[in-house]
């Protein structure tokens, strides 16, 4: 098999043992009387419902998995509804739970369909008694989907700011803690709202290290953060305060903080993550036959191009030394984006994978031999790479081979953010489609020692 291809398999083995739907369906039981995770009880009240509601890039397919595990139950047990704000391209049909296109396809912001589907979430939840258990499916992308700003301030506002910090390179905790304090429901504010016995919130977590208060923005975590922490993040990327006056009137003079008013029961379960995705990658290439060395990064990594020139570097060390021959990580590295009249279309894993190519062009000890025997694939595991249509992208041999029959400006690519297009052109780019899930980004290195 072609190393392409095999790096292809690797990848996609990493995908699929994070597809939301098998998560859910393998991670819940329930019974006459109660509801199973992670082989924990949970009662099921007599006279109560379960209302099932949620956000996120994997909210289709989740539920799905959970209507899968639920049609087990008994013909006249406890009813089962529920709203899920989703992204366009994701629609499908599920027993029981209204799916809410919140935001087109590859528009990873906040819309006024999605504040109006959140609207919808939270009166839902108020309207539920102690009798009901109230099930929260959260997976990436929730953030976008789920979107309720405080009083005085604007969708708008809040999309300038938000694009402010994601232009400038901010990192998902960055983002993340900002958002939580100009929101209704995010920081915990859905299970403030929550009127439910009990509240259980699955998660497919697209943040490293799995810290609850970040992915989605924690809708049902208690909030750790302040907004004096929002406001020195602001401060690093908005340093003239030329964002909306709104936005620093609300973090100035915030709200007076209110005690929590979680359900009486509230508990979270992480049902997939980067690692998850990381190790059924590596299981796969032993069993093609690689010897193969994983990481999962815990944090944020940094700029996107520096992890790809580290992973050309790794490769090259790779092909000429014995070893792994395989290198599987996984990550979310950053991106500064170049002023919006230069830039070109991309995302942080097609730039990772344009940055690798420099690196391995400008190496002057390294051949063109040498080149060919190595692949670096970067994608993104939820099949969207910022605003574009692919994944990722793949670097090997026959990529070379197409850049050096084309008159293709590499640098000017890299520095416009202009990567889509340069892969285009040479036909690698990764292109996936909707994944239904989310849990960051998955890279494969491949080398072949024989000559």
């Known amino acids: 098999m072609p190393l392409r291809q095999q790096a292809l398999q690797i990848w996609h083995a990493g995908v699929d043992s994070v597809r939301a739907d098998q998560l859910l369906a393998e991670g819940l039981t329930f019974g006459d009387k109660e509801v199973l995770i992670e082989e924990e009880a949970f009662p099921l009240r007599s006279g109560g419902r379960i209302?099932?509601?949620?956000?996120?890039?994997a909210g289709a397919s989740m539920a799905a998995g959970l209507v899968t595990a639920y049609s087990q139950?008994?013909?006249d047990a406890i009813p089962l509804t529920g709203w899920i704000n989703i992204p366009e391209g994701t629609e499908r049909e599920v027993a029981g739970i209204h799916l809410h296109v919140g935001r087109p396809a590859g528009v990873n912001e906040p819309t006024e369909a999605a504040i109006a589907g959140t609207q919808a979430i939270l009166q839902r939840v108020a309207n539920l008694s102690r009798q009901d258990t109230c099930i929260a499916l959260i997976s990436g992308g929730g953030s976008a989907l789920l979107a309720a700003p405080i009083d005085g301030v604007s969708?708008?506002?809040?999309?300038?700011?938000?694009?402010?910090?994601?232009?400038g390179g901010a990192n998902i905790e960055q983002l993340n803690t900002v958002r939580k304090h100009l929101s209704r429901v995010k920081g915990g504010g859905l299970a403030n709202a929550c009127r439910a016995g009990q509240l259980l919130t699955l998660v497919i977590s697209d943040v490293?290290?799995?810290?609850?208060?970040?992915?989605?923005?924690?809708?049902?975590?208690?909030?750790?953060?302040?907004?004096?922490?929002?406001?020195r993040i602001l401060k690093h990327?908005?340093?003239?305060?030329?964002?909306?006056?709104?936005?620093?009137?609300?973090?100035?003079?915030?709200?007076?903080?209110?005690?929590?008013?979680?359900?009486?029961?509230?508990?979270?379960?992480v049902l997939g993550n980067n690692a998850t995705a990381v190790d059924e990658a590596g299981v796969v290439a032993e069993q093609l036959g690689f010897q193969h060395a994983m990481q999962c990064a815990r944090r944020s990594e940094g700029a996107a191009e520096e992890i790809g020139r580290h992973l050309a570097d790794m490769a090259v060390n790779m092909l000429r030394n014995e070893g792994p021959n395989c290198l599987i990580t996984g990550g979310e590295p950053t991106v500064e984006l170049a002023p919006a009249e230069q830039r070109g279309r991309g995302g942080r894993n097609q730039q990772l994978v344009l940055a690798a190519m420099q690196r391995?062009?400008?190496?002057?000890?390294?051949?063109?031999?040498?080149?060919?025997?190595i692949v670096i694939l970067s994608g993104g595991t939820d099949g969207e790479d910022g605003p574009t249509d692919a994944a990722g992208a793949l670097l090997d041999g026959r990529t070379w081979q197409a850049f050096a029959e084309q008159s293709l400006d590499l640098?000017?690519?890299?520095?416009?953010?202009?990567?889509?297009?340069?892969?285009?052109?040479?036909?690698?780019?990764?292109?996936?489609?909707?994944?239904?899930?989310?849990v960051c980004d998955l890279r494969v290195v491949l080398v072949n020692r024989q000559r």
Do not use: C, M, W
């Not at 209302?51 to 890039?57: F, P, Q, R, Y």
């Not at 969708?155 to 232009?167: A, F, P």
């Open 51 to 57: 209302e099932v509601v949620g956000a996120g890039k």
């Open 73 to 75: 139950f008994p013909r």
């Open 155 to 167: 969708l708008e506002d809040k999309l300038q700011t938000i694009r402010r910090l994601s232009g």
């Open 208 to 231: 490293l290290g799995d810290p609850l208060d970040l992915i989605a923005s924690g809708p049902t975590i208690h909030d750790p953060s302040t907004s004096e922490d929002a406001l």
């Open 237 to 269: 990327y908005d340093a003239e305060r030329s964002l909306p006056a709104s936005i620093y009137s609300a973090l100035e003079h915030p709200r007076p903080t209110q005690v929590d008013r979680f359900p009486p029961v509230t508990r979270t379960f």
């Open 360 to 373: 391995l062009r400008d190496r002057g000890d390294v051949s063109d031999a040498e080149r060919q025997r």
């Open 411 to 438: 640098d000017d690519a890299l520095a416009r953010n202009d990567a889509y297009s340069f892969f285009h052109k040479l036909d690698a780019l990764l292109i996936t489609g909707p994944t239904h899930t989310n």
